[in-house]
């Protein structure tokens, strides 16, 4: 009498797990099965998995030996029947999605590599989780179905389980698919490739491998030259494939997601309407599915389970799902739908890492802001810059990290929360609080020392112990630019907690860096929190110089001329009171900067030659210049103009004679400043010729410097000067060049005034 056949696996495994109280997650968790792995055998999609993967479920559920041997008896029948049913036809398309929407370009660029009758056979599409990959091949292949007579074929490599599909059973499926027999499939694997290169060769067929785990599990499936074509998917960029043509996808663009949304929600309204009841949506619903397709960081399988939470909870509005979301600790959490999860998504790539990368991805989400680079990871890890370059490599080919300008790196929005729950989940606070610090302290400290390239002085690169990792100047302020966000966020942690001294040395070497890029729009946070520290630590000189290094923000960044000058004079008392000269110079020097730019032309004059006289007493070489080019200002408000021209003159003697000069870097800056002023007031004199060679010889000295803001008012001052002199055409390309500068800077006055200059060039002309 035959033995009744053990009962299906998949009815079993989930009694069991709901037995235990278990979700599928938490089962995850405690065996080490992926959850989609486990997903596919309560569905009955996987019908007889290997032995170990059936124990682990079955240690993790705590089951006894009688239950554990009778759920290894189902996957061993599962195995049988799946042998005994296995035929042509196994291997073709899954549906496509009814409600695909957006990626045209991307549709196009698989069309087109299907039918280009040249070039290699093998498309391979990479990204992040939750993108959409097998999605677009998938509803591409069904669209060009009748371009494959022989057929299109798709097989699940299952790349992130912990068995992934062996390229001997792909092999075997994809073989039975194109009509070979059982009993003719070869035994030994590199028969199998053989014959399967030799069949697609002749076949005008698609194949598609899905969710690749690497490399060497593709090469096997790859055809040789002929008709067949395959397209490949995986999280993983599988770099080493040679001859293949790669797409790596993005999150949908607005449009594309917000239309993604829309028509996942049709079916809402196609139900209302059935049932007669209201079909249409109020007026916040367009722009409440804008805002849950951004929370949703445009990343598709987000927006379905949005979408499908919309569907399954009637009641619910747009509005109301866009509110739920909002909260960022519960987003992960609240973006799922069924067995679709977001956070489970990301799961399966974080399991693919090794413990030391995964510590790495966890803390990356400290970084406050958008993007970094490697310095910041070694900070967070205490591990060698080398070190965590090829760990971040893993991360970007794996789609857990991204790129962007500059070659710098950064999460995708929802990454990021997953990054930071499992910082949470898997690191007691302590060692949390331990690797942020290490982080802000590698940050300032970097900053600091990116800012002493600008300071007077011998340039670092000449000193004895040059500033790590900064070769030049341009490296530095290149560092400084792009790391802004990071090292303001830990200056401002630092502010907060008190160390004061620590705030006052980054904002120290920040001061003669500032005037190199005032439209960034933060220098009155950091000075304005430097002063604050300067008069917690009770040191009036010290108090006066952050005083005003804040009234220059202010004026040059805020264009506060009337605040500025308060804060000049807060600075000036500061400094008599701690009997400090030079910061009372300073002071008059902005006090007469703020006097100029409210048109109190005789306040400015008096302000500046008392700042150049205590600079001189002082033996200031690079304040005395800075007074004087005031004073040079006011006196061409005032009209003054040949008074103008001779300060400016006597500026340029002083950065001339080696005895009074300041640090090259710093007379550079400082003779561009001069030069354009003296040509300003030459070309109001009526001296246009010499004004014009001034603004050239400006502005080879601003090409030099190299900050947009003094190349924009050189170039400007040199097209005007040859406007009045009636070269038009020269004037034109000057004009231009100072538009394109003005643009660099952000600077909108010149911006504005090169395009009138160029505008009246090009009327004249016509």
């Known amino acids: 009498m035959s033995q009744p056949e053990p009962p299906a696996l998949g009815p079993l495994l989930r009694a069991h797990r709901h037995d235990a109280g278990l979700t599928l997650e938490e089962l995850a968790e405690g065996s080490g099965v992926s959850g989609r792995a486990i997903g596919d055998m309560e569905r009955g999609h996987s019908r ?18 009688a239950d554990t ?39 196009g660029w698989l069309a087109r590599t299907a039918g280009a009758p040249a070039g290699p056979p093998v498309s391979i599409v990479s990204g992040a989780p939750g993108l959409g990959k097998t999605a677009l091949v998938v509803h591409t292949g069904a669209r060009l179905a009748d371009r494959f007579a022989d057929g299109c074929f798709f097989v699940d490599l299952r790349g992130l389980d912990t068995e992934p599909v062996a390229p001997h059973d792909a092999l075997g499926r994809l073989l039975r698919a194109l009509g070979v027999r059982e009993r003719d499939l070869p035994g030994e694997t590199d028969e199998r490739r053989g014959l399967y ?101 445009h990343l598709p399988l987000a927006l379905r389970i949005a979408g499908n939470r919309l569907l399954s909870r009637p009641a619910w509005s747009a509005d ?46 400290l970084v406050p802001g958008a993007d970094f680079d490697t310095g910041a990871g070694a900070a967070l890890t205490g591990l060698r810059p080398d070190v965590v370059e090829e760990m971040l490599d893993e991360l970007l080919d794996l789609g857990l990290l991204g790129h962007t300008v500059g070659d710098r790196l950064l999460f995708h929005d929802l990454l990021r929360l997953y990054a930071r729950e499992r910082l ?13 610090a290490a982080l802000h302290r590698w940050l300032l400290d970097t900053a600091a020392a990116a800012g002493q390239w600008f300071q007077p002085g011998p340039s670092p690169a000449d000193r004895a112990t040059a500033p790590a990792g900064f070769g030049s100047a341009r490296a530095a302020q290149a560092w400084l630019e792009v790391e802004s966000a990071n090292w303001l966020a830990a200056l401002r942690v630092a502010a907060a907690a008190g160390r004061h001294d620590e705030v006052v040395r980054t904002a120290e070497s920040m001061h003669w860096f500032s005037d190199r890029w005032t439209n960034w729009g933060h220098w009155p946070t950091v000075f304005g929190l430097s002063r604050t520290a300067a008069h917690a630590l009770g040191d009036d000189v010290l108090a006066a110089t952050h005083a005003n290094y804040l009234a220059w923000a202010v004026h040059y960044c805020s264009h506060q001329p009337r605040e500025s000058s308060a804060i000049a004079e807060q600075a000036a008392e500061l400094a008599r009171r701690g009997g400090d000269a030079t910061q009372e110079a300073w002071a008059h020097f902005y006090a007469a900067a703020a006097a100029i730019r409210l048109g109190e032309s005789g306040e400015a004059v008096s302000r500046a030659r008392r700042s150049a006289e205590l600079f001189a007493a002082a033996g200031d070489r690079e304040g005395r210049p800075q007074a004087l080019l005031a004073l040079a200002s006011a006196q061409a408000g005032s009209g003054d103009y040949a008074d103008a021209v001779a300060t400016t003159d006597a500026i340029l003697g002083l950065l001339a004679d080696p005895a009074s000069a300041p640090a090259a ?70 004009a231009r060049e100072a538009r394109t500068f003005a643009e660099a800077a952000g600077d909108p006055a010149r911006l504005e005034a090169a395009n009138a200059l160029e505008a009246t060039l090009v009327g004249s002309a016509d």
């Open 665 to 734: 870097h710093i007379g550079d800056f400082t003779r561009t400043n001069a030069l354009s002023q003296q040509g300003q007031s030459l070309l109001a004199l009526g001296r246009a010729q010499e004004a014009e060679r001034t603004y050239a010889e400006a502005r080879t000295v601003a090409a030099r410097v190299g900050v947009p803001l003094l190349q924009a008012i050189t170039a400007l001052g040199q097209a005007q000067a040859l406007a009045r002199l009636g070269e038009h055409a020269r004037a034109l390309e000057a």
């Open 197 to 297: 290169r030799r069949l697609m060769r002749e076949r005008q067929a698609l194949v598609v491998l899905d969710n690749a785990a690497h490399e060497a599990q593709v090469r096997a499936l790859l055809p040789g030259p002929g008709q067949g074509r395959v397209w490949v998917t995986s999280r993983r960029t599988l770099a080493g494939i040679e001859h293949a043509r790669r797409l790596v996808l993005a999150p949908l663009p607005v449009g594309a997601a917000t239309a993604l949304l829309g028509a996942i929600l049709a079916q809402r309204e196609d139900e209302a309407a059935g049932a007669g009841g209201p079909t249409g949506t109020d007026g916040s619903e367009p722009a409440a599915l804008a805002r849950i397709a951004e929370l949703c960081g």
């Open 48 to 65: 007889g998995p290997q032995a170990r993967t059936v124990q682990a479920l079955a240690t993790a559920l705590g089951l006894g030996p």
């Open 320 to 365: 109301g799902l866009a509110e739920r979301l909002g909260d960022e600790d519960l987003r992960l959490q609240r973006l799922t739908a069924g067995d679709l999860r977001i956070r489970s998504a990301f799961r399966l790539s974080y399991e693919q890492l090794s413990e030391p990368v995964r510590r790495l991805f966890r803390r990356l989400a």
């Open 69 to 107: 041997e009778a759920l290894l008896d189902a996957a061993r029948a599962g195995r049988r029947r799946h042998s005994a049913t296995e035929a042509p036809g196994l291997c073709d398309l899954p549906p496509a999605v009814p409600d695909f929407t957006g990626r045209e370009a991307e549709t």
């Open 424 to 436: 949470q989940e898997e690191e007691n606070p302590q060692e949390v609080a331990a690797a942020e």
